[in-house]
């Protein structure tokens, strides 16, 4: 089953934590696109776009887009003062050279390890990887928000991805509807649950081996 609306945007608002002053930012489609009505406003951030904005800022009020403005999946945003425009070789070697403390994507899998699977299902076509491998490689902090199961129910945290790779051990953090996990030494640590599930709800629908922090914080 997909997410609902309030689901989707709690996730994004637990991602937001995450964010602290002085960062550059890369937000990815999906879900992570959300994280950006959640940011601190007195925060001093930079949001970076592969389709070349540094300094984007959250969606518009409607009625007030411009055309001339989206993020890379196509959906209209605002802009921060000071803001940069340039083309996307340009946004991707600030993604190469390693200039991101976090991009925030989605996956179709993770793994214990961290392991990433994000870009493409078999027999599935698709435009292709866009920007995954490249900032799930270079970024500082890789941060995953996903549907723990998918439509039928079987967990998308695994011991072993079965769908094609994008990166091996890229995954520093997990957060679904369910859970919030930090990838570390090829181990997956459960350090904090989203209310109003239980640490056995994550334990039955997660298909990987979980470390159990001693105190479990609770997102509401």
Known sequence: MGLGIETRHRIARRAAVEIKNGMIVNLGIGIPTLVADYIEKDLHIMLHTENGILGMGGSPE????????SNAGGYPVSIQPGASYFDS?????????????????????????????????????????????????????????????????NPKIVSNCSLPLTVREGADMIITEKAVFHCEEGKLYLREIMSPYTVEDVIQTTGASIVVNEQISVFQ
Do not use: C
């Open 89 to 153: 070789a340009t946004a991707f070697g600030i993604i190469r050279k390693g200039l991101l403390d976090v991009t925030i994507l989605g996956a179709l899998e993770v793994s214990e390890k961290g392991d990433i699977a994000n870009w493409i299902v078999p027999g599935k076509r698709v435009p292709g990887m866009g920007g995954a491998i490249d900032l799930a490689q270079k970024a500082k902090k890789v941060i995953i928000l996903m549907n723990h199961t998918d439509k039928y129910g």
């Open 62 to 69: 409607e009625g007030s887009e411009d055309g001339n403005l």
